[in-house]
């Protein structure tokens, strides 16, 4: 049975390729009334190049999405003396080459650089994918400051549906840390991978066969609720802690605990306790999976000024406007890297040779010291904090390969972006 379904699959696959043929390089998305055939953004192709430069900027086009309200006064964005930048040309160039879709610098609470590539701008948003999961982490340190979170319990203490399950050996902190040793690898090419028959489909953000008719009183894995409970099991060769496994189920953990914990929708709690307290200038909004729960490993879509007002407030210690609107020891946690955290980086072999420092909280520390680290986000999103040069840069991109390790067009952008932090920091802020 089993080989009879993955035949279908391929089948299946194959016939679909035959229909809707790849893009030339020449193809751009979406054009005419009706698009043109070759043209079309579906739910199927919205993550290939070129199609995923219209679709990363409306992903509410080929998923389902729930909104993040706005509220408040908007607090502007003062321009701040672009000239001490120098010329800016070859940075700007860098990112047009790399599939950059925007990008902006700030230093202090001022804008010194912003460019928008390829038809994107200001007031649109895009998807953000896994920086998501650095959104969680930090809701999460709220429920943690008041006290109503053990960072060192199982995650099957707050929530019993996962007594089965692979996280109930875990603990919460080794969730954060994506250290939880479970037997489920994160796969984004093999159509046979649990990835992408039974994980993707849940969350209702890849493509297969028939799966967006599943219905939930016939479909054991229905969202990603059911896929954590269900499908997740321990893996016998490791112990939670003794090894960094990059792992989105981790996020998707996260996001239950804040529900579970607040008594709160994902998106409610950080609409009402993140995005009303930044001033932001426009709604964001959230994809959800099949059953309609946030996507809170990769879902958050906002503008590129309102991810900077996000990133300005980390780099604050949880401050933005006079405002603390996160608990700056949460904030600085990130931050304290254990040997442990260290070393575990340094073992896993897929980014034992990028420049992260350690993974932590669901961040990305590039120097701890400096207050050096980012949230990343698959093909290309980035928020780039930098404590030291008093610097945040936020960047979005329709990068046609998803992993950021071993990819020239991800270390680019950061490599540009790192150097010009470095410049910033020897001059001081003015």
Known sequence: MQIMQTQSLRSAVLALTLLCPLASAETKPMQGVPPTRDSQVTFHNYRDSPYSQWAFRNAGAPMHVVMVPRQGEIVPLAAGDSSRLGAMQAFDRTFADNFADGVIVMQGSRVLHEKYFHGFNRHAQHIWFSMTKSLASSAFGILVEQGKVDLQASPAHYLPELKNSGFARTTIQQVLDHATAIDFKENYT???????????????????????????????????????????????????????????????????????????????????????????????????????????????????????????????????????????????????????????????????????????????????????????????????????????????????????????????????????????ATQGER
């Open 190 to 424: 093999d159509l046979e991978s649990d990835f992408f028959r039974h994980y993707a489909p849940a969350l209702n953000m890849a493509w297969l066969p028939g799966a967006a008719d599943a219905q939930p009183e016939t479909a054991e894995i229905y969202g990603v609720h059911d896929f954590l409970v269900k499908f997740v099991k321990p893996d016998p060769a490791l112990e939670p802690g003794a090894a960094f496994d990059y792992n989105s189920s981790n996020a998707d953990l996260l996001g239950w605990l804040i529900a579970r914990i607040s008594g709160m929708g994902f998106e409610e709690f950080v609409q009402q306790q993140i995005w009303a307290k930044l001033g932001t200038e426009h709604d964001a909004y959230l994809v959800v999976d099949r059953a309609y729960m946030p996507v809170v490993t990769g879902g958050m879509n906002a503008t590129l000024r309102d991810a900077a007002r996000f990133g300005l407030m980390i780099r604050d210690r949880g401050r933005f406007n006079g405002l603390q609107v996160l608990p700056a020891n949460w904030v600085d946690a990130s931050l304290k890297l254990s040997p442990g955290l260290i070393a575990n980086m340094a073992a896993n072999t897929k980014y034992r040779h990028e420049p992260w420092q350690a993974y932590h909280n669901m961040w990305w520390l590039l120097d701890a010291a400096k207050g050096e680290y980012c949230a990343v986000g698959i093909h290309g999103q980035v928020i780039y904090i930098n404590r030291s040069a008093n610097t945040v840069m936020a960047w979005y991109s329709s990068q046609p390969v998803a992993s950021s390790a071993n990819n020239p067009t991800f270390h680019a952008k950061l490599n540009a972006s790192r150097e010009l932090a470095r410049r910033l």
